[in-house]
């Protein structure tokens, strides 16, 4: 029972970080919304996603991203609508994460999907 407890809480917290992409919401925000330390909260994010906290945010936003720049959007609107104040450290993440620069990725559609991103 204290298990699915804990589970609906990780799911609660995974709906508002989605909500909270554009800013940098931390674990020990998260933590005190769900009225738990934060080393519990972290064990449990982890035993419930398989990720740490900071890994599914980071896929999050960089999930996010692709949908923007997909859409058209210049890439430094693209950092900051997924919560990066610096265009240089957003892509040095995207091409850390897609195996791609935000650029590359962009092209890589455009061009007919030849180069498949990595997940």
């Given at each position: 029972?204290?298990?699915?407890?804990?589970?609906?809480?990780?799911?609660k917290?995974?709906?508002?970080?989605k909500?909270?992409?554009?800013?940098?919401?931390?674990?020990s925000?998260?933590?005190s919304?769900a009225?738990?330390?934060?080393?519990?909260y972290?064990?449990l994010f982890k035993?419930?996603?398989?990720?740490?906290f900071?890994?599914?945010l980071?896929g999050?936003?960089?999930?996010r991203?692709?949908?923007?720049?997909?859409?058209?959007k210049?890439v430094q609107?693209?950092?900051?609508?997924?919560?990066?104040?610096?265009?240089r450290y957003?892509s040095?993440?995207f091409?850390?994460?897609?195996?791609?620069t935000?650029?590359?990725?962009?092209?890589?559609?455009a061009a007919?999907g030849?180069r498949?991103?990595?997940p």
């Amino acid at each position: 029972m204290r298990a699915r407890r804990g589970e609906a809480v990780i799911y609660k917290s995974l709906e508002y970080l989605k909500s909270c992409l554009a800013r940098n919401v931390t674990v020990s925000e998260c933590a005190s919304q769900a009225h738990l330390s934060v080393s519990y909260y972290s064990s449990l994010f982890k035993r419930v996603t398989g990720l740490t906290f900071t890994q599914y945010l980071t896929g999050e936003k960089m999930n996010r991203a692709k949908q923007l720049i997909l859409s058209g959007k210049p890439v430094q609107d693209v950092a900051a609508e997924v919560g990066y104040e610096e265009r240089r450290y957003f892509s040095e993440t995207f091409k850390r994460v897609t195996g791609m620069t935000p650029s590359e990725f962009r092209d890589s559609y455009a061009a007919g999907g030849d180069r498949t991103p990595r997940p």
